[in-house]
Structures are given as structure tokens and as C-alpha cells.
């Protein structure tokens, strides 16, 4: 038995003596291609957080096998998703293996890879001053490990993520020639840095290549890049036209700041697959202040398979934790309609009230055609209009706000900016029976007065339940669907306007 330990023991000596040999040969085989090779860069960035980096960078290669460390990459990359070429000759670079270094330096890292190695403690005296240095060695940073957890986000994108560790200096234990201690124990010095450490994620790749200057092309996946549509409409005096200008919010939290960047942005449903492991970063979303003008290389849109693409005409820089406005349209004296809707409820027509239903909300819409006629006819992203006009003096005031859903051209888009102040509405059942088990007759009467200087038109849409007929009414109705009706009532200032009808309900 003893025999055998020290074979093993000599079989782990030689391994040991021949690793720095090892790697001091793999150390002059390796290149670094950092932000200063960098030549080309084109950013796709998606709606649900997701974007794609596509870059070339000149490098000098050599002739063989050798390890390429290609430095400044997105922290929350999807290192499953990376593809390297060479641009000009694909067949003179090979991929042997692909490595993903993230293990960043922080001195709790750094504490938890000299457990069982000797460190120097320096203590000063506070009497004068005078540093003593002492030797001890590192048993424990006295910190809990961090378990691992599954995830998913809001969007459905999930991963495996291992806390961030943090260790306090004051609970690390050491053996000194005085015995085991821990607390306050003096500043800690060690002897170097492990060169598992990297300053920021890195992508290494094992290459074997036929040498010379190369430009290499790598694509990768991230997450931490997101943008939206924001959107200002101004109404005119009379409220019949608005002037409509876009913004694209793009929000960065990738971890890497890009310059001269080709900038394009899809608008659409991709489908990505939940990621059940990995390493995955930070990221955000938020509003800013509009900025810049209106004018120059603006925003390009195009088809592209089931989405739109919009392509910057010109080149930007993209900064790490930045937040940029960029304006996408921007036109005015666009056709508006203004609509007022006092909406009911399916249940009303199988059950009997008592009480009137007083103070109705009567919606207020605005409505205005995605026409090329009127100066649009692009696909509009989805996001958020806010819409405002000016006041007696001049000044514009905010007035509400929708959101809307991605809208191809000649669609009609409809925005529901609050409830109108001088309309009020009310509700009365005036008579219900039961047929029999499944057969209901009720009959509503619905009053609206306008307390407006002006004539509107109050649109009231019923939604119908089960079988439906309508046995009187008062006034025409149009039949908007098989379970909706919407009556059109036409309401002078300072008036009062009754509807009345009886519907037969069958389930």
C-alpha cells in the first residue's frame, strides 16, 4: 500500500514539474485581439432584451495551434451563440475549442483563491506608526457558500446564476506563529495574482491557422440591449389634425461600450428558446428625455422575414449604461378622429337590478389612419404615445396617454386618453322577466347629457350574451359583431338623450 502512494505521489511531482514548461510554451502561443483591433462593428438590437454583435478586428496571427484571446466582449454574452471566421479565407482558421472566461477579479475572488496559501499581514502601530509584517496562512474567509439558483425574467428567458460572494476581511481565519486569528489582523498582501483572473468577461478560442494578418469576424448573442417606441402626438386647436414624431429609446446594460456602430433595430415577435444555464449579466429597462432634432440620416425601415428592420443611416457610439434617443419619424398634419364611447357588459342581460347605475365613464378616443396618403404608411413599432395640446396661452399640456401594439401600414391606430369630463351618463334597468330556465327578456333605458358648448356623438356599444334579439328600440344600432351592437346617439349641448330598447337573451 505504501508502495503504491509513493508511486502516485512521484506520478503527481512530475505532472507537477512539467506544468510550467507546459505553460510558458502555451504563453507564447497566445495572441490578444482587444477594442484597439476593432474595425467594424453592427449591432442588432431585438425587442424582448436581446441583441446581436457582429465585429471584425485585425489581428496578427501565427502559423500552427495557438490560443486567441479576444478581450472587451458583452458581460452578459451567450457564449453558446458565438461564431468566428476569418473574413477573407475561412479554410485558414479552425476552432479546436472554445472557453468563456468571466472569473473577474474582486478581492472577495481573490481571498476565496488563497484558501490554504500563506499571505503577509502588515499591522501598523498607531504609537508611531510602524508597519511589522507577518506570515500566516489563509484556512478560511469565514463566508457561507453561494448556492445557485434557477431563474426566468419577465420575458420568459431563464438561466442558472451563482450569487456574487462577499467576504469580510474581519471574519477570515489564519494561522500565525502566535496561533489561529481572525478579526482586525492588519492590511493583507498577496504574493500575485492567479492567472485564472480576467479584467472583464473574455471569449479564448484554441486556433489553429496558416499565420499573417487576418481579419476575423465574430457574431455573438447578448442580453443586456433593449430599445422601444415612444411616441408625441400634438393635436391642433380644433383637435382634427396632430403632428406625430418617434423616438427609439435604446438602453444598454451589456457590459461593453461600442463605437462607430452600424445600428440596426428589429421590430417584431422573435421566438427565443428559455436558456436553462449559462452565465448572464444585468440589464434594464427605462424612459428618458427626448433629445436631438429631427433631420439627417435618420432611421431606414425595410421587411425582413415576419419583422421590420430599421437601419441609422449614420454610425453611432453605443456606451455601456447609457440610455440614447434617436428619432424614427416625424410628421405632421396628420387626419385625427375624435371619438366619445360609454361601454356596458354582457352580464347585465341575466340579472336582475334595483338601482340605477350613476356616473358612467364616457371614454374619450382619439383615432388617426398608419396611411401613406397622410404621411406615414411605415410599420410603426410598438410603444407608448403621449398626447398634448396647447392650452388658451399657448402652452402644450399633457392629455393622456396609450400604447400600441406594432401596427403595419393603413391600419387604423386607436389611443384611449381618459374620460370626458362633460359627458355624463347613466344606466337603468327597467324591466326584467324570466322566460323560462334559459330565456330572459330585459329592457334598459341609458340617458347621456352633454355639458359641452358643442355637439358629439356618444358611440354606446352592448355587448351581447348567448343567443340574442332585439324586440324595440328607440334608435337605430349597428351590429359590430355576432355579440355586439352600438348605438350612435347624437347629443346637442345642454340635452338630454334617452336610449331605450329590449333585448331577448337565450343561453
Same mark, same amino acid.
Given at each position: 500500500?505504501?508502495?503504491?502512494?509513493?508511486?502516485?505521489? =512521484?506520478? +503527481?511531482?512530475?505532472?507537477? &514539474? /512539467? %506544468?510550467?514548461?507546459?505553460?510558458?510554451?502555451? !504563453?507564447?502561443?497566445?495572441?490578444?485581439?482587444?477594442?484597439?483591433?476593432?474595425?467594424?462593428?453592427? =449591432?442588432? +438590437?431585438?425587442?424582448?432584451? &436581446? /441583441? %446581436?454583435?457582429?465585429?471584425?478586428?485585425?489581428? !496578427?496571427?501565427?502559423?500552427?495551434?495557438?490560443?486567441?484571446?479576444?478581450?472587451?466582449?458583452?458581460?452578459?454574452?451567450?457564449?453558446?451563440?458565438?461564431?468566428i471566421r476569418d473574413v477573407s479565407d475561412p479554410a485558414a482558421v479552425t476552432v479546436l475549442e472554445q472557453n468563456y472566461r468571466y472569473d473577474i477579479l474582486t478581492p472577495s475572488r481573490l481571498m476565496e483563491l488563497y484558501v490554504g496559501e500563506d499571505l503577509t499581514l502588515v499591522r501598523e502601530n498607531p504609537a508611531d506608526g510602524q508597519e511589522t509584517r507577518v506570515q500566516a496562512n489563509l484556512l478560511s474567509t469565514g463566508s457561507q457558500p453561494q448556492v445557485g439558483y434557477g431563474y426566468y425574467d419577465p420575458y420568459g428567458y431563464g438561466g442558472y446564476y451563482a450569487q456574487p460572494s462577499y467576504v469580510d476581511p474581519g471574519s477570515a481565519v489564519y494561522r500565525t506563529d502566535e496561533g489561529i486569528t481572525f478579526g482586525d489582523v492588519g492590511r493583507?498582501?498577496?504574493?500575485?495574482?492567479?492567472?485564472?483572473?480576467?479584467?472583464?468577461?473574455?471569449?479564448?478560442?484554441?486556433?489553429?491557422?496558416?499565420?499573417?494578418?487576418?481579419?476575423?469576424?465574430?457574431?455573438?448573442?447578448?442580453?443586456?440591449?433593449?430599445w422601444q417606441s415612444d411616441y408625441v402626438l400634438v393635436l391642433t386647436e380644433d383637435e382634427k389634425k396632430g403632428d406625430l414624431a418617434g423616438w427609439v429609446t435604446l438602453r444598454n446594460d451589456a457590459g461593453i461600450t461600442?463605437?462607430?456602430?452600424?445600428?440596426?433595430?428589429?421590430?417584431?415577435?422573435?421566438?427565443i428558446e428559455p436558456q436553462y444555464g449559462g452565465y448572464y449579466g444585468g440589464y434594464g429597462y427605462g424612459y428618458g428625455r427626448y433629445g436631438g432634432a429631427y433631420g439627417g440620416a435618420g432611421f431606414a425601415e425595410e421587411g425582413m422575414f415576419e419583422y421590420h428592420l430599421y437601419t441609422l443611416g449614420r454610425n453611432t457610439d453605443v456606451a455601456d449604461r447609457e440610455q440614447k434617443q434617436i428619432q424614427l419619424l416625424g410628421v405632421d398634419a396628420i387626419p385625427m378622429e375624435k371619438k366619445f364611447r360609454l361601454q356596458g357588459d354582457s352580464y347585465y342581460f341575466v340579472g336582475e337590478y334595483g338601482a340605477p347605475m350613476q356616473n358612467l365613464q364616457v371614454g374619450v378616443f382619439v383615432e388617426f389612419v398608419n396611411a401613406q396618403s397622410a404621411g406615414l404608411g411605415v410599420a410603426l413599432p410598438a410603444g407608448v404615445i403621449r398626447v398634448y395640446k396647447a392650452d388658451s396661452s399657448g402652452a402644450q399640456q399633457f392629455i393622456g396617454e396609450d400604447r400600441i401594439q406594432h401596427t403595419p401600414r393603413e391600419e387604423r391606430v386607436e389611443l384611449r386618453l381618459g374620460n370626458a369630463f362633460d359627458i355624463?351618463?347613466?344606466?337603468?334597468?327597467?324591466?326584467?322577466?324570466?322566460?323560462?330556465?334559459?330565456?330572459?327578456?330585459?329592457?334598459?333605458?341609458?340617458?347621456?347629457?352633454?355639458?359641452?358648448?358643442?355637439?358629439?356623438?356618444?358611440?354606446?356599444?352592448?355587448?351581447?350574451?348567448?343567443?340574442?334579439?332585439?324586440?324595440e328600440k328607440s334608435h337605430d344600432y349597428v351590429k359590430e359583431s355576432a355579440r355586439l351592437v352600438r348605438f350612435d346617439l347624437t347629443c346637442p349641448p345642454d340635452q338630454e338623450i334617452v336610449l331605450t330598447y329590449r333585448v331577448r337573451t337565450r343561453y
Open positions: 500500500m505504501k508502495a503504491t502512494e509513493r508511486s502516485m505521489g =512521484l506520478l +503527481v511531482l512530475a505532472a507537477w &514539474l /512539467a %506544468l510550467p514548461a507546459g505553460a510558458a510554451a502555451q !504563453e507564447e502561443r497566445r495572441v490578444v485581439a482587444g477594442a484597439d483591433a476593432r474595425q467594424t462593428v453592427n =449591432l442588432t +438590437v431585438y425587442n424582448n432584451n &436581446l /441583441a %446581436l454583435v457582429r465585429e471584425t478586428r485585425r489581428v !496578427e496571427l501565427p502559423n500552427g495551434t495557438f490560443v486567441l484571446r479576444y478581450e472587451d466582449v458583452a458581460k452578459a454574452v451567450r457564449p453558446e451563440t458565438v461564431y493583507i498582501v498577496f504574493p500575485s495574482v492567479p492567472d485564472t483572473f480576467v479584467a472583464r468577461p473574455t471569449l479564448e478560442w484554441l486556433l489553429k491557422s496558416t499565420g499573417g494578418a487576418r481579419t476575423i469576424e465574430a457574431t455573438y448573442l447578448t442580453y443586456g440591449l433593449s461600442l463605437k462607430d456602430v452600424r445600428l440596426q433595430l428589429v421590430a417584431g415577435d422573435v421566438q355624463a351618463a347613466e344606466r337603468k334597468q327597467t324591466d326584467f322577466e324570466i322566460l323560462s330556465s334559459n330565456l330572459y327578456e330585459t329592457a334598459w333605458e341609458i340617458k347621456l347629457r352633454n355639458r359641452k358648448t358643442e355637439t358629439v356623438v356618444v358611440e354606446v356599444l352592448e355587448p351581447m350574451a348567448g343567443d340574442w334579439e332585439i324586440l
